[in-house]
């Protein structure tokens, strides 16, 4: 499994989790539409299984980084200063390799083709994807066959609004089933008296407005989700967990909901018409995306206590609600991120640190005019100029975080150019390594690479410090992400601002 995958699993099962407790905590502070709609966030963040935002407290950063050894990211420095990998130029075409990689070199091929890792890695997504068209396929020809049999033996029985009624031997409690036109389908045998429960009018209008509530929620399209998030992610624990209690709070917000429509008065014989409905559970109801009335069991004794208490709600719990949901939201659906204050009180001290270093073109440090250097990083300190050309500082950037990308990804250096200055040591050293990581496999992607500070050194030159976060996948199938920070200088040369230098911040 990718690390994408581990991650997006961690931050899922943590919001689930955190979901539950914060249920728990309201549970009786709020109304049941408040709770219900707690799993709103859960099911987009199902649905949409990417960060889109940054955030100091993100859980995604419990995961390990990689190896400082294994890779060098962008500009292919070690992170660390106390593991540096000695590089040294091999062969006849200028690549770069190391003592700690050529081992893992030799095993990642075998006469060009992908190591076992990768053939395991492609099993398992195969697998994956299998069993979910497996299960896709047989809800879907499972609802096409109930459809059939409810269409063919439907008796018409009336409308509530806009929703249609229907009397059907094939359910066995009141539900709202359908896809574009959802209908309520009642008991034929229990509205008939041929059950041997008698269903007076009183019940056979709780039971409609029962369900006719259910369709003003919107419920029917929740479990049309359900279903379909179901199928996707059906190894996933915490998903199956966040189904079951999303679907008994959407009872409990309906019959919140009815107990208001019928009346106070209503509250008991609603109850005791629910208890006499209790029909047990079905192992293979969850691929249809219908809402029973009533289920036996603890819930229906916990929807039974809630029927018969009236509450009254503090409006000012939703403050505290709102600050809990957001938190959530912010551990569990962002990239992680260092603190803004902390990154600008350190990106002076490490800019100063770095400025007497350059990485040659075999990757050995060279800090023999490290003074001449270092005068020149405490400039900006005492010169201060007005740059007005950010935007373009900040596309000069961007293109040479995509060309060095998708030169790693091709093998092809022909557009380094446009990025870097031929001309600098840098140019060099970025080509042979482009040349490494194709050779030995590694491929990149970028997954966010962002600029946390700009400064002009000169009227043609400027300091840029990034973040960036790399998603490497090696020849044997593995991938990891990769956290680094680094500080390049960008000139303006001939009229377009262009890369001259680089050098990684030390974490």
């Known amino acids: 499994m990718t690390m994408f995958f581990w991650e997006f699993a961690l931050e899922s099962s943590v919001l689930v989790l955190m979901i539950l407790g914060i249920r728990k905590i309201f549970m009786g502070k709020i109304r049941y539409a ?40 962008f500009g292919g420095g070690a992170p660390d200063g106390d593991s540096q990998v000695e590089w040294k130029v091999s062969g006849g075409d200028g690549a770069l390799s190391s003592p700690q990689t050529e081992a893992a070199q030799q095993g990642a091929f075998s006469g060009g083709e992908e190591t076992y890792g990768a053939g395991v890695q492609e099993i398992l997504s195969g697998g994956w994807l299998l069993v979910s068209g497996a299960l896709l396929l047989w809800f879907v020809l499972s609802n096409v066959s109930l459809m059939r049999r409810l269409k063919k033996n439907r008796v018409p029985y009336g409308k509530r609004d806009t929703v ?168 569990t659906c962002s990239t992680q991120s260092a603190p ?85 040591e840098i140019y060099a050293q970025q080509c042979a390594l482009v040349k490494n990581y194709y050779k030995r496999g590694i491929r990149e992607a970028a997954e966010t690479c962002s600029i946390t500070s700009l400064t002009a050194v000169g009227k043609e030159q400027v300091a840029i410090t990034s973040r960036e976060k790399i998603k490497v996948y090696y020849a044997d199938g593995k991938s990891k992400v990769i956290r680094q920070k680094y500080n390049y200088t960008c000139e303006r040369i001939d009229g377009k601002w262009i890369i001259t230098a680089m050098d990684e911040i030390a974490r």
């Open 340 to 424: 803004a204050a902390v990154e600008e009180e350190t990106a002076g001290a490490e800019n100063t640190a770095d400025a007497g270093e350059t990485v040659g073109a075999e990757g050995k440090t060279d800090s023999g005019d490290g003074a001449a250097r270092g005068a020149q990083a405490e400039e900006p300190q005492k010169v201060s100029y007005v740059f007005e050309d950010t935007a373009a500082v900040e596309a000069a950037f961007e293109k040479y975080i995509d060309i060095f990308t998708r030169a790693v990804n091709t093998g092809n250096t022909d557009e380094m150019y446009l990025a870097l200055a031929e001309d600098s």
């Open 164 to 331: 249609s009624v229907y009397l059907a031997p094939d359910v066995k409690t009141p539900c709202l089933y359908g896809f574009f036109r959802p209908a309520i389908y009642l008991p034929q045998g229990l509205i008939e008296g041929e059950s041997g429960q008698d269903a007076d009018r009183e019940d056979i209008e709780q039971m409609i407005t029962h369900e006719y509530v259910h369709y003003r929620h919107g419920d029917h399209i929740w479990a049309i989700f359900r279903v379909l998030l179901v199928s996707v992610y059906w190894f996933h624990p915490f998903l199956w967990l966040a189904v079951s209690r999303s679907k008994k709070d959407a009872e409990l917000f309906c019959d919140e909901t009815v107990i208001r429509l019928l009346g106070e008065k209503k509250r008991f014989s609603y109850g005791r018409m629910l208890v006499r409905l209790a029909g047990k559970p079905d192992w293979g109801e969850f691929r249809y995306p219908i809402m029973a009335m009533s289920r036996r069991g603890r819930e229906m004794e916990k929807r039974i206590r809630a029927i018969s208490r009236r509450k009254s709600y503090s409006r000012w719990v939703a403050i505290p609600l709102a600050l809990l949901v957001l938190l959530a939201a912010g551990i």
């Open 34 to 73: 408040g709770i219900y709609a707690l799993w709103l966030l859960v099911l987009l963040r199902f649905l949409i299984p990417v960060n889109f935002f940054s955030s100091p407290l993100s859980v995604g950063g419990i995961i390990p980084e990689a190896p400082a050894e294994s890779i060098g990211g």
